[in-house]
Every structure is written in C-alpha cells, then in structure tokens.
C-alpha cells in the first residue's frame, strides 16, 4: 500500500511510501524536495528493508540543529504507517 507524509521542519514536502503490509517491508520510498541525491541514497538503502529496521537506524538524526532530518522524518512516518497497519 502507498503511503504519503509531509514532513516538518525540513527541506522535503513530501514523501511517498509503498510498504508490503503483510510483510512490513518497504517496496520504495520517495521523497519531493529536499538534497535530492541524499535522499534518492536514504530511499535506496531502504528498500527490501522492514519498516522497524529503518526507525531504528534513522529515528533521531538531526540535521542543523533543527531537532529533526529528512531521515528523522522518514521514521517517524514510518511510526505512523506501523499503526495503520
């Protein structure tokens, strides 16, 4: 199922994710905005990845002293599809 997030506090406006929900593994994630190699590398390295290992390695970076980051945000929506399905 495709999921979409707008994150906050960061330089990305959206970031569309498709996750196996039978599995919780993510197919792709997407991100609009934001350092675009950057985040085509987060989106890269989580796929074929289960959701909780992706909140456990990315919940928590912060990036210029904004208390949150492209990859912070990512888990958190992670967090949030988690309780959806």
Do not use: W
Not at 8 to 23: A, F, L, M, R, Y
Not at 54 to 83: H, N, V, W, Y
Request: aromatic share 4%; proline share 2%.
């Amino acid at each position: 199922m495709v999921f979409k997030y707008n994150p906050v506090g960061v330089c990305s406006q959206q970031i569309t994710i498709d996750v196996d929900e039978d599995k919780k593994i993510i197919n792709s994630v997407k991100f609009t905005g934001g350092c675009h190699g950057n985040l085509q590398g987060i989106s890269a390295l989580t796929k074929g990845k289960t959701i909780d290992e992706i909140i456990e390695a990315l919940k928590g970076i912060d990036c210029r002293m904004r208390g949150t980051s492209c990859p912070d945000q990512l888990a958190k929506a992670l967090e949030k599809i988690k309780e959806k399905i």
